[in-house]
């Protein structure tokens, strides 16, 4: 089942790529928010109903690992897709003021949940006050990532490696209508998939003995973040290097409200007092890894060794390093 989940994933991902990509041209709404809202949002609908099906069983440690988890590998993900840009490293290409917004944004929503985290286990009717505040500063950032791109008051010096993103002839040939029920039938397909993982997720951890907190971090996480390693390269070979980017940090900002969404689904109380030192740990890496790729939007070195800029080789060493922390910890 596991197999066939990963195989359904990867599938379903490359082909909303392209999807999404149309769509972004057709609504005029750009990449950089298409990517944060409809690339973001469902590729990580696996891992959301994943994470929300195991919230509802109490399995906490499954439930955030897997949200937060994802984080981490969708970051380095990113890094990975810098490889099959050859022309320039992709923090070069695809700077943005719409993608610095969204960096930005995924920090201060990282940033809630570790004060969640650390904060009195006071809910009300069984919810943190960090779920509700999760909700609203990422409905808010959406507001400001779009009136970044609309209005910005700081653009990226233009180099002749710079990708901009501006509609192109041949993602209007289909109709918007086609458009989205390709794309609401692909997120309903990744939806059941991640139904289907967190039972397969579950049995593995109980059959092998490992702890569910390292099959969320390093199973269950890895394999529902695979539409974003998918949809990423895809976007790359199609050009779409603000897409690439922006469906990366976008799901990433997504994937903090599988942690609202968990909450809620939770039972037992609130769910950042489940919070172990493990996923403490591998959330302030996470953060680590988007400060490391915020300075290389910033930065944009044009070319480093392999093809690959050092802020991507940081990203990788970081999350090599959470690798070895949670393995050594289980």
Known sequence: MFAVCVAIVATAGVKITAVVDELADRTRVGEALAGAVLLGATTSLSGSVLSVTAALKGNADLALSNALGGIAVQTAFLAVADLFYRRANLEHAAASAANLMQG???????????VGAFSPPVTVFGIHPATPLLFGAYIYGLRLIQSTRDQPMWQPARTRETREDVPEEENLRRSLRTLLIAFVGLGALLGVTGWALENAAAAIANQTGLAQTTVGLLLTATVTSLPELVTSVAAVRRGALTLA????????AFDTLFTAASDIAYRDGSIYAEMGDDLLVWVSLSILMTGALLMGLIRR?????GGIGFESVAVLLLYGLGILLVVHGG
């Open 104 to 114: 930005a944004l995924l920090v201060t929503l990282m940033a809630v949940i570790l």
């Open 245 to 252: 980017v922006g469906g990366i940090i976008g799901g990433n």
């Open 301 to 305: 070195e044009e070319q480093g060794p």
